[in-house]
């Protein structure tokens, strides 16, 4: 009878120091969010903007959706993956995850 050899998968960068550090794999991954008050939203990790008006904001951020919905939404910064959006920030929603739809929401 023969063994099976089970086939271990080598941990990312990311997860080793995420271990390591004891700290979230999301932000050893690049992606982070801060709120500062309910009128500013920093994040990090954009991958794409999918939406943008006045009352919502839709983009990627290392493989999930992301939408912002409020009053006055406008993006104040947008560098290097990082984005900052001001205005007033009613909700913060994921709405999905690796392989997310890229279609607008109407």
């Given at each position: 009878?023969?063994?099976?050899?089970?086939r271990h998968e080598r941990p990312t960068i990311s997860e080793i120091l995420s271990n390591f550090a004891d700290i979230p794999a999301d932000l050893t991954s690049g992606m982070?969010?801060?709120?500062?008050?309910?009128?500013?939203?920093?994040?990090?990790?954009?991958?794409?903007i999918l939406c943008y008006s006045p009352?919502?904001?839709?983009?990627?951020?290392?493989?999930?959706c992301i939408l912002i919905d409020g009053r006055r939404l406008t993006m104040t910064s947008y560098s290097d993956s990082r984005i900052s959006i001001r205005g007033e920030i009613d909700r913060?929603?994921?709405?999905g995850g690796e392989?997310?739809?890229?279609?607008?929401?109407?």
């Open positions: 009878m023969k063994k099976r050899k089970m982070s969010l801060e709120m500062r008050g309910r009128n500013e939203l920093l994040l990090c990790g954009c991958r794409e009352e919502r904001i839709k983009l990627t951020q290392c493989g999930y913060i929603d994921y709405c392989g997310v739809e890229k279609r607008e929401e109407k």
